[in-house]
């Protein structure tokens, strides 16, 4: 574990312990200091962000250190966005996912710039792998309600009490009367459409770069599956409704399983070393 004593490591952790700070506040219900440190840390992340920008002298999103940097960049507004527009909260959760996803950019990547190789010297980089990024961070953001539907007690109906362990309590809900189910749910089917996006832009880049739309790479592949993974999670949850949300609750963990060996594992072991094998 590597501290990078930096202008730009500085600002990612500042960035996470701000992030950090305001999980803790959200989670004590002070609302108010919460966001403002959670605002604070995405003012320390964005800093971090263009300062790459300027220092690598293109959009910092070739490798692993930048996606990851970004990824910590997006958790403010994703959850502003996604408490506005589509009724869930876990804004404390948010928080940490920020603080884990730049924690691998803070203590385990190299920080030293690369230039672009050709392949990535396309109009499509940059949507290419915002798309990618978008999704990745608000489908993380759907596992969290989708575990605690799933490791939960009984679940009765919204809103409506139910037995944990002797106790009673408003059981399966998120905020506002919202089910961990549906929370879950909504931010699927809005994490979903960009993982398609994601993926059709990489195939069209792709005959761009390399002659073909699908090269069968290591990397192709777990997107692939993570797609697939999450279009039976819509298949089953219309299929049983629900009858099985802890069914439904599962795939969507294992849909952020798949993400991660994605991300991660196929980048990262020699074994599976492909087409886009610069990503490591």
Not at 188 to 194: A, D, E, M, R, T
């Amino acid at each position: 574990m590597a501290i990078k004593w930096t202008l730009l490591g500085l600002l990612m952790y500042a960035a996470m312990g701000l992030y950090l700070l305001a999980a803790a506040a959200l989670l004590a219900r002070a609302r108010k200091p919460g966001w403002g440190l959670f605002g604070a840390g995405f003012v320390a992340a964005v800093a971090a962000f263009v300062w790459r920008w300027l220092e690598a002298g293109h959009a910092p999103l070739q490798n692993l250190f930048e996606v990851f940097l970004g990824l910590g960049m997006l958790a403010f507004p994703i959850s502003v966005f996604c408490r506005r527009a589509l009724g869930t909260a876990d804004e404390a959760a948010d928080a940490i996912l920020g603080v884990l996803v730049l924690f691998p950019a803070g203590f385990v990547f190299s920080v030293a710039p690369q230039p672009l190789p050709p392949a990535l010297q396309s109009p499509l980089f940059v949507p290419h792998v915002a798309a990618y990024m978008l999704a990745y961070f608000i489908l993380a953001k759907a596992a969290v309600p989708a575990a605690r539907r799933l490791f939960s007690g009984r679940i009765a109906e919204s809103g409506k009490p139910c037995a944990t362990a002797g106790l009673v309590r408003p059981c399966d809900t998120l905020t506002d009367n919202i089910s961990d189910d549906a929370a879950a749910y909504r931010l699927v089917s809005f994490g979903f459409p960009l993982l398609t996006l994601g993926l059709v832009l990489g195939a069209w880049w792709g005959k761009m770069a390399w002659g073909d739309y699908w090269n069968w790479d290591p990397k192709e592949l777990w997107s692939l599956a993570a797609w697939l993974v999450y279009l039976l999670y819509f298949h089953v949850r219309y299929r049983f409704g629900p009858t099985h949300p802890r069914l439904t609750a599962a795939f969507v963990l294992v849909g952020l399983a798949t993400i991660v060996l994605t991300l991660l594992w196929v980048n990262l072991a020699r074994l599976f070393a492909g087409l886009h094998s610069y990503a490591s």
